[in-house]
């Protein structure tokens, strides 16, 4: 596995509890940072004399232009508590090339519309697949199942209703929380 040292180009607060990390992909790492859907990066951390390798899925699509991934903090969680507490624009850290084979297009079938289900974090590949499969197959329609504890630890909760509101006929969301409500937004 090869890694690349690159710099952090935006944190921005995703959840009171995650932050959304960008990327900045120097000319010459172009095409080793090209990904597909529902890939993945490792982080390679030196941190207090321990070695620390972490795995996180790309939540942006490849027609963004942008390499952007979600950190969640863990309750003991070393480094998704050094993401969330220590990240800053500028900052360079070893990161792997995407990697994973999660999805591909052949996947899709002319019958098929398409069921995302997430919880939590695990938004984050969910999130690449469906704004390319929205944007990719404009004759699809995808539905999102997206479990949370509450409505504060929605996970790009905005991000989703622009979705909803760009792809109004072809994207829908139901929403379950642990509190056992459950917004729903079927196919009609």
Not at 118 to 144: D, E, N, P, Q, R
Request: with cysteine.
């Amino acid at each position: 596995m090869n890694f690349y040292d690159l710099e952090i180009s935006e944190v921005n607060t995703n959840t009171e509890n995650a932050v959304l990390v960008e990327f900045s992909i120097p000319p010459a790492l172009t095409t080793k940072f090209q990904f597909n859907p529902g890939q993945h990066i490792v982080f390679d951390f030196k941190l207090e004399r321990n070695n620390y390798r972490r795995t996180y899925s790309i939540c942006t699509a490849p027609h963004e232009n942008k390499l952007c991934i979600s950190v969640k903090r863990q309750h003991k969680g070393i480094i998704s508590n050094y993401m969330n507490d220590a990240f800053f624009k500028g900052l360079k850290v070893r990161v792997s090339e995407p990697m994973g084979n999660f999805y591909n297009d052949e996947q899709i079938t002319d019958t098929s519309n398409i069921i995302l289900w997430a919880g939590g974090s695990g938004i984050t590949a969910m999130l690449s697949l469906a704004k390319h499969i929205l944007k990719a197959f404009s004759h699809k329609k995808v539905l999102l199942v997206y479990a949370n504890n509450d409505q504060r630890s929605i996970m790009f909760e905005d991000e989703i209703e622009d979705m909803k509101m760009r792809y109004h006929e072809k994207f829908s969301v139901t929403q379950i929380l642990s509190n056992n409500t459950v917004s729903e937004d079927f196919f009609t």
